[in-house]
Every structure is written in C-alpha cells, then in structure tokens.
C-alpha cells in the first residue's frame, strides 16, 4: 500500500477469488456511459445532428456500400448557419432579461 493504514496495517493477502471479486466490483455495467458530455455535444443539444455523424453512416465494405446505393438515400438536415443560430439565442436572451427587469 502506498501509505499505512490507520492500524497500522501495510500490506494485503488475498486469495485468488477475493482478488477477483474486488477487482470485479471495479468494473463497470455493460453499456454505461462512462464519459459525459456537455454543451454542443450534450445528448438534447439543438446543434448536435449537425456536429455529430449518425451512427451506422460509413459502411464497412463495398458489399454494404452497394447495397446503399440501391437503397434510398437518407437525407442529410439542412446546413445550418452557425452565426444566425447564436444570434437568435443571444437576442432571446436579451428578451427574457428584458421581461424579468421589467417584471421586478
């Protein structure tokens, strides 16, 4: 251990299934989401389909990329003008502001 403990006690001997069961408890559930994300990338973001590729978009042989072309292709959400976006956020904003000072 890299300090005692407060017994005074330095090291640890386990069996191999004790060994196995802690480091065991360690170990996440499958499918947790270990990272979090925040802001543009946040999960209800508004801006997130147009930061982030849909899942399943690159096909991983020309078998699949064949198949894709004779299926419909799916159509990509309109190009999004960034500037215009935050503007509008800022000048709602500004808005709501407007209402609580007038409000109080």
């Known amino acids: 251990m890299k300090r005692p403990l407060p ?3 330095t ?7 004790e ?3 802690r480091v065991a408890s360690l170990v996440p559930p499958p499918r947790a989401n270990l990272t ?5 990338f946040a999960p209800g973001a508004r801006l997130r389909p147009f ?4 899942a399943g978009a690159q096909e991983a042989s020309a078998g699949h990329e064949a198949a894709a ?3 419909r292709v799916k159509e990509r959400p309109a190009r999004v003008d ?3 976006v935050a503007q509008e956020d800022v000048r709602l904003r500004r808005v ?8 109080a």
Do not use: A, I
């Open 7 to 9: 017994d005074g006690t």
């Open 11 to 17: 090291h640890l001997l386990f069996t191999g299934l």
């Open 19 to 21: 060994l196995l069961r």
């Open 36 to 40: 979090r994300f925040h802001g543009v």
């Open 51 to 54: 930061l982030v590729p849909e």
């Open 69 to 71: 072309r004779k299926e």
């Open 82 to 84: 960034l500037r215009r």
């Open 96 to 103: 709501r502001l407007r209402e609580v000072w007038r409000q």
